[in-house]
């Protein structure tokens, strides 16, 4: 859940509401594939509730995801086909937003796309952190040392408001239209 308040606590109400409008929330049935690797993804796809296994071909599973990650984001920002097969590992809930709508709304609203590319980088960056931790045997950045050692200052100021965010998209996501 923590890598979520990293990306809602940089994006605005606004950008936290054209996600909800412009994704697709689905359910997803255990060891249904969202991404194989090698494959294009037409998405971006955010975890709202379950979990989804990572494995590389000849290695196995090597991740496992929960509420508030981020899948198809690295294909996103480099175009190259995706270095894992992504699936669900129980009944999951994700909102899948469409790449090239993302591209278009990037590139039409420099606000958010300053925002959003800035989240992603911030995700990233953590992600890669917490991977040369796990390697090195330390902590990742979602241990409360890191929290409050390492961590922007502005990105922690943000944190509960991002969780007030990812809530509310949830209760968007889950009212009828």
């Given at each position: 859940?923590?890598?979520?308040?990293y990306?809602f606590g940089?994006?605005t109400?606004?950008?936290?509401?054209?996600m909800?409008?412009?994704?697709e929330?689905r359910w997803?049935?255990?060891?249904?594939?969202v991404?194989?690797?090698?494959?294009a993804?037409?998405?971006?796809?955010l975890?709202?509730?379950g979990?989804?296994a990572?494995?590389?071909?000849?290695?196995?599973?090597?991740a496992?995801?929960?509420?508030?990650e981020?899948?198809?984001?690295?294909?996103?920002?480099?175009?190259?086909?995706?270095?894992?097969t992504?699936s669900?590992?129980?009944?999951?809930?994700?909102?899948?937003?469409?790449?090239?709508q993302l591209?278009?709304?990037?590139?039409?609203?420099?606000?958010?796309g300053?925002?959003?590319?800035?989240?992603?980088?911030v995700?990233?960056?953590?992600r890669?952190?917490a991977?040369d931790r796990r390697?090195?045997g330390?902590?990742?950045?979602?241990?409360?040392?890191?929290?409050e050692?390492e961590?922007?200052?502005?990105?922690?100021?943000?944190?509960?408001?991002a969780?007030?965010r990812?809530?509310?998209?949830?209760?968007?996501?889950?009212t009828?239209?």
């Open positions: 859940m923590r890598k979520v308040l990306i940089l994006l109400d606004g950008d936290i509401d054209w909800a409008r412009h994704g929330r997803l049935e255990p060891g249904e594939v991404i194989e690797e090698g494959r993804v037409p998405s971006l796809i975890v709202l509730d979990r989804l990572v494995s590389v071909g000849g290695l196995g599973q090597v496992e995801l929960a509420a508030g981020v899948v198809g984001e690295m294909s996103f920002v480099d175009s190259a086909p995706p270095s894992a992504v669900a590992r129980d009944r999951t809930l994700a909102l899948f937003i469409d790449k090239a591209a278009r709304k990037l590139e039409s609203d420099m606000g958010f300053y925002r959003f590319y800035r989240a992603l980088a995700f990233l960056a953590d890669l952190r991977s390697q090195a330390a902590a990742s950045l979602s241990s409360p040392a890191v929290l050692d961590l922007d200052l502005g990105i922690l100021d943000n944190l509960s408001m969780g007030e990812f809530h509310r998209l949830l209760k968007t996501l889950s009828p239209a």
